[in-house]
């Protein structure tokens, strides 16, 4: 989920799809005669953060416009919130609450389905967050975010608190996170495993993405490089095949294959799995979201 200068994103998402290698699916992902990629709407700054709720409806952010946007089931918009803390991920937890990461204030917000807001985590040992990025949400409750630092120019500081870039996890209940992994160039995406035994992480400055053993405390173990490609935002489908985004969306099957490539019209920035089966690829890329039928369901449905 990177920093946004809507002009450089505009071109480089231009410049991205002129790149892009052709369509290919080992997977059977696609069916064959099945639907093409469709331009679910547009007309957005920059589009992020996509997170699907139990009925399929998809929320994601307008990060420059400061909105919250609902993909219903109907194939309709929702303006959800505006004045949403400059919201970039997006996850939904077991009550239907939205935890988003707040990049405004640099803080992790839930927000009810009637908008209500809660600030769930401020300052971390006093000092300000460098901006969380993505999240997610393990079977206890517990939050996984990425916190890189990309300069924000609705920012008065210039220089970040925290000088390291790390992944944190902050229990269910708990005031302040713990640190994960601090090893890592620039965390980006993250998404965990259908059995919420493993991590992904997109360490999007040094462009690879790593695999980890979650263990009982939440903590992380046996740090694997997974595939050689970074990404902004991940997901993983209910086969365990894990999707990147790099100007289509790349898919690498559990053993790290690179096994099927989506091209998009736009330089994508993030994808999940929404639809009332919770099998339509939802991306969002730059300034509209797509969506493509697919064979498989996303992790966790």
């Not at 008065?156 to 160039?185: F, H």
């Not at 997901?235 to 096994?259: A, H």
């Not at 690829?281 to 493509?292: D, E, K």
């Amino acid at each position: 989920m990177k920093h946004f200068f809507l002009i450089a994103s505009l071109l480089a998402g231009t410049f991205l799809a002129a790149q892009q290698q052709p369509f290919f699916d080992s997977l059977g992902i696609i069916a064959k005669g099945g639907e093409p990629l469709r331009k679910l709407a547009g007309g957005f700054a920059f589009t992020e953060g996509p997170a699907a709720d139990a009925q399929g409806r998809v929320y994601f952010t307008d990060q420059p416009n400061d909105r919250i946007w609902r993909y219903n089931l109907d194939g309709t918009l929702t303006e959800f919130k505006r004045k949403s803390g400059r919201a970039n991920g997006l996850a939904i937890d077991a009550n239907g609450s939205i935890i988003a990461c707040a990049d405004e204030n640099n803080e992790l917000w839930s927000i009810t389905p009637k908008g209500r807001v809660k600030v769930i985590l401020g300052k971390v040992g006093g000092k300000k967050l460098n901006g969380p990025n993505d999240l997610w949400i393990d079977k206890k409750g517990g939050i996984y975010f990425t916190d890189p630092y990309y300069q924000r120019d609705y920012w008065t500081r210039k220089a970040p608190d925290i000088k390291e870039q790390a992944v944190y996890y902050l229990p269910k209940g708990a005031q302040q996170p713990i640190v994960v992994s601090d090893e890592l160039v620039k965390p980006n995406g993250i998404t965990g495993s259908e059995d919420g035994r493993y991590l992904f992480v997109a360490d999007i400055g040094d462009n690879k993405t790593y695999k980890f053993l979650i263990k009982e405390d939440g903590t992380l173990s046996e740090k694997t490089l997974f595939v050689p490609q970074g990404s902004d935002g991940i997901t993983l489908d209910e086969k365990g095949n894990l999707y990147l985004t790099k100007g289509g969306i790349t898919v690498y099957d559990p053993r790290g294959r690179k096994s099927a490539y989506i091209p998009v019209p736009e330089g994508t920035s993030n994808v999940c799995f929404g639809g009332k089966d919770h099998d339509l690829l939802f991306i969002t890329a730059r300034t509209s979201v797509y969506g493509v039928k697919t064979t498989v369901k996303g992790a966790g449905f």
